[in-house]
């Protein structure tokens, strides 16, 4: 008996190890990176700059000049075919990328253009493009899958009886703009440390903004400055529709950033001071969990509003409605009978 029990302990340990392998080895885990991240050379930045600042906007520009992370290479126009070494310089990529393939460089069987420059193009090489590609697919039990050569269409072949033609199963049919490429992969060019501590340098600032939220909340009273942060949200999120600038959009975002940070610390007092003690776990439990449903769905509406507009305009004036609901629903508690309410709570 004692031997058939060790037997079932050993065979029910080893289905957990092969389900947490499993686990391990998923899709979702090949791609997350585990552990701190390594460390970078450092002689991509300059070691005098300060940790927080060893970083620069990306360059951009429709100039096919290089952002800085290739050098720029021989002149273009002078450049053949003979001459080119592939990742040598911006102008070496730049001519490979322009290059028209033919069958004898091992074009087809079907495809779609003939260079990269035809679908990305718009208004300089390399960018997006007015050519919509075909992608099509179909849904079962809410699992999308792709059709049997993959999801992208070829429109051309190399002779017309092997043209791609899509399957009637496959009901998701779209086209899509072929996506931009210029300034895909500058990201790379930022050390790990230099995010870091960009990331670090955020979470102090949010927690001094906490602590000074409290401070104001202690000395004027949680209710009054919960009502005006949440009414300064609103009126701030209006902003981001006249930002056309990118100092604009900085500043718009700081200040978004500044009164959000700010009343998190609030609604905790609110609850303490409106509502009995016995009751804590039940509000700080409901509230923690509106919050996190209304982060949850804010992107996917948000999504939805801009795929049906086309617009971030009606995502803005939506969370400027949302911001005034708050502001209101928090104004009711300014007026609750406080001394009431505490004796309640006692």
């Known amino acids: 008996m004692k031997a058939f029990q060790m037997l079932l302990t050993a065979a029910a340990a080893a289905s957990v190890s092969l389900v947490l392998d499993a686990s391990a080895q998923n899709r979702g885990d090949r791609f997350r990176a585990h552990g701190p991240p390594d460390t970078e050379d450092a002689s991509v930045?300059?070691?005098?700059t300060p940790p927080g600042r060893r970083f620069l906007e990306a360059l951009t520009g429709f100039d096919s000049l290089t952002n800085g992370y290739l050098d720029q290479g021989p002149d273009f126009d002078a450049l053949e075919e003979d001459a080119v070494v592939p990742f040598r310089s911006f102008n070496d990529d730049r001519f490979i990328f322009e290059e028209v393939e033919r069958r004898a460089d091992g074009l087809g069987p079907v495809y779609n253009a003939q260079s990269c420059r035809e679908c990305h193009q718009n208004v300089a090489t390399g960018g997006a493009s007015q050519v919509a590609e075909?992608?099509?697919?179909?849904?079962?039990?809410?699992?999308?899958?792709e059709s049997l050569g993959g999801s992208l269409i070829h429109s051309r072949a190399t002779d017309p009886r092997i043209v791609e033609r899509v399957s009637p199963a496959d009901k998701v049919r779209t086209f899509r703009i072929s996506t931009n490429t210029l300034g895909d992969g500058f990201i790379e060019a930022i050390p790990n440390?230099?995010?870091?501590?960009?990331?670090?340098?955020?979470?102090?600032?949010?927690?001094?903004?906490?602590l000074g939220f409290g401070l104001l909340g202690d000395r004027f009273g949680a209710a009054r400055v919960l009502v005006?942060?949440?009414l300064a949200q609103a009126i701030v999120a209006l902003g981001y529709i006249t930002a056309r600038q990118l100092g604009t959009f900085y500043t718009v975002a700081a200040l978004f950033g500044f009164t959000y940070a700010g009343v998190m610390p609030l609604f905790a007092v609110i609850a303490r001071e409106n509502f009995p003690l016995r009751m804590m776990g039940t509000v700080i439990g409901g509230t923690t969990m509106a919050s996190s449903l209304g982060?949850?769905?804010g992107p996917v509406v948000g999504g939805l509003i801009y795929d049906t507009t086309s617009t971030y305009t009606w995502l803005f004036i939506g969370a400027f409605a949302l911001g005034i609901g708050a502001f209101l629903s928090a104004l009711a508690f300014t007026r609750l009978p406080r001394r009431q309410a505490m004796a309640a709570a006692a």
Request: proline share 0%.
């Open 134 to 145: 075909h992608r099509t697919g179909r849904l079962e039990g809410g699992v999308f899958f």
């Open 295 to 297: 982060m949850a769905l």
């Open 228 to 230: 005006l942060a949440l």
């Open 45 to 48: 930045v300059d070691a005098n």
């Open 193 to 210: 440390t230099a995010i870091l501590a960009v990331a670090a340098a955020v979470s102090r600032l949010g927690a001094l903004l906490q």
